[in-house]
């Protein structure tokens, strides 16, 4: 079977292998790392193998602290700004879809938001160009959602904030493709795409960036107390962080982010070509800003979805209802699917196309 779900979403299959029969003793201790203390030489060196190697991946550098935090990406919708608003109390969002839509609702509860761009008025169909942003010289940090999960919209680029910190979230686009971290104040990202089981959360945040915590912000959401303790003030969630570094060594394997990307931007592209050229589906997206992770698509009929999700389903192509709040259909191709799981999708699509179109 071929897993399209947005997230959680499908991990590599010699990942879930390797995790299946490490199970119940990993390496000879006769402990699952579900049972290890956190604090055991074993873990810690699992938990710093895993943080090296995302580093590696990502290219981060020393002048970066990486967290493995908890509460999914949405509970940095409201540790941004309790980290970062300080005193200058305002912050710059652009608002290109619902995720960006949550993190603005979350932190205008905090300080004044301004939304320095929205493409709600097209639907969230695409990115409003940079030159009309209206940023504002106070702003604490400049907060944008490279691509949107739902809408299947992507930035592709990453915006200009001379002097001011750049915010991302990269719950699902993390490791697609490479990326200069250095250009960014924080990047963060639930783990249930790219990285592992849902819950966990990366966050890579700049050093300047620590130490500037309102004093009521909850000690689990501190940044500097986080970074001073290793990710390990309370338990972490170490069986996540586990098949994180797991799937960190299986994009090593694959050659890394750019091999990766390379690959990513393969099966996007085949898949949008399939769609352009095939008169039964659409998609909405502007073409420049199309997500290479997230495929949304319609049918000509929409009273046929349910007759194409079950036909799907029987073939093993699974998950592919759009989201609640925009219907339709929706292909999540992440790192771990593969290529055959795309090609087999536009077989199913060009057959049922031509039986019901
Ligand atoms: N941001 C983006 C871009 C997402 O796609 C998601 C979830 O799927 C979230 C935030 C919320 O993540 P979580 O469910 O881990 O809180």
Not at 99 to 125: C, P, Q
Not at 132 to 145: E, G, N, P
Not at 176 to 185: A, C, I, L, N
Request: aromatic share 10%.
């Amino acid at each position: 079977a071929y897993n399209f779900c947005a997230g959680p979403a499908t991990l590599p299959e010699s990942v879930l292998r390797q995790a299946r029969d490490e199970m119940l003793d990993w390496r000879g201790t006769g402990m699952s790392v579900m049972e290890m203390s956190h604090r055991s030489d074993e873990f810690v060196q699992i938990a710093e193998t895993a943080e090296k190697d995302l580093r590696e991946l990502a290219g981060v550098s020393d002048d970066y602290a990486v967290l493995f935090m908890q509460g999914g990406a949405s509970s940095q919708f409201s540790t941004i700004p309790l980290n970062l608003l300080g005193e200058k109390g305002s912050a710059d969002y652009v608002n290109t879809g619902i995720w960006s839509k949550k993190a603005i609702a979350e932190a205008s509860r905090y300080g004044k938001v301004n939304v320095v761009a929205s493409s709600e008025d097209s639907g969230f169909t695409t990115i409003p160009d940079q030159s009309s942003w209206q940023t504002s010289a106070d702003a604490a940090y400049l907060h944008y959602t490279p691509n949107e999960t739902i809408g299947g919209l992507e930035f592709g680029f990453i915006p200009d904030s001379p002097g001011t910190p750049l915010v991302a979230d990269m719950s699902s686009s993390m490791l697609s493709r490479p990326v200069d971290v250095s250009r960014f104040g924080v990047i963060y990202a639930g783990a249930q795409k790219n990285i592992g089981p849902s819950g966990l959360v990366v966050v890579i945040i700049r050093k300047d960036l620590l130490g500037k915590a309102r004093k009521e912000t909850p000690t689990m959401m501190n940044y500097q107390v986080i970074a001073d303790n290793g990710s390990m003030y309370n338990t972490p969630a170490t069986y996540s962080w586990y098949l994180a570094g797991l799937v960190f060594k299986w994009l090593k394997e694959q050659g890394g982010v750019k091999a990766m990307g390379e690959i990513n931007l393969r099966k996007a592209r085949k898949l949008y070509d399939f769609i352009d050229t095939n008169e039964f589906y659409a998609n909405p997206i502007d073409p420049r800003f199309r997500s290479w992770m997230n495929v949304p698509f319609t049918l000509a009929d929409d009273a046929l979805n349910g007759e194409f999700l079950k036909g799907a389903n029987a073939r093993g192509l699974l998950n592919l209802a759009g989201h609640r709040s925009v219907g339709g259909m929706r292909a999540s191709i992440y790192n771990a699917m593969p290529e055959a799981g795309v090609d087999a999708l536009i077989d199913y699509m060009t057959e049922f196309a031509k039986e019901r179109g």
